[in-house]
């Protein structure tokens, strides 16, 4: 049954985990190398990663023998990566010949917004709110994600290029942070 309090709840959970305000540096870098980043397209590819690991999440892992653990892992990795570039203004991930559409995919709707942090939250929502209302809070924040998607070039006009570079290197910074939290919490030695 639908339950309010679950829904801000699960909203407030997944929205301080996604954290698409602390991606506006990366979404903005982003745009600046490609043109244009595809809202729509990284919205309901975001979406239906979310959706889909929801439901499928811990036996489409187990298929391959991955434990929850190790794909955290493994997005720790690309979210570290991703801070260094920022930092350091060096391209890692090669631009050249990618389409905007595909770009629009890897790397904003996987992993920024629906990386492993968002699946790994999931998962633990699940255990914990019904699935209606969880399901819910998935589409208010993906609302809440195009409109961020959508205002980029309007942010990035208001910041201008000394703030959105100010703005890349600290998110970077905290990009790193993040990283290096997911892989020492999932890190069992």
């Not at 979210?79 to 389409?99: A, P, Q, W």
Request: charged share 15%.
């Amino acid at each position: 049954m639908f339950n309010l309090k679950e829904i801000i709840s699960v909203s407030l959970i997944l929205f301080s985990v996604i954290d698409v305000l602390g991606a506006i540096p990366v979404i903005v870098d982003f745009r600046q190398k490609l043109g244009k980043i595809e809202s729509e397209k990284a919205t309901l590819a975001a979406g239906f990663i979310m959706i889909i690991f929801l439901f499928l999440g811990e036996r489409l892992l187990s298929l391959f023998g991955v434990d929850v653990a190790s794909f955290a892992i493994a997005g720790a990795i690309i979210l570290f990566l991703l801070g260094l570039e920022m930092i350091l203004g060096r391209e890692i991930f090669k631009h050249g010949s990618v389409d905007t559409g595909a770009a629009s995919i890897v790397p904003i709707a996987f992993p920024i917004i629906a990386g492993a942090g968002t699946m790994t939250t999931l998962l633990a929502l699940r255990s914990a709110y019904e699935i209606q209302n969880i399901l819910i809070g998935v589409l208010l924040n993906l609302i809440f994600v195009y409109l961020v998607l959508k205002s980029s070039n309007w942010i990035e006009t208001k910041l201008g290029p000394g703030g959105i570079d100010i703005l890349r290197k600290v998110f970077g910074i905290i990009l790193l942070a993040i990283a290096v939290k997911l892989f020492k919490t999932n890190l069992t030695i």
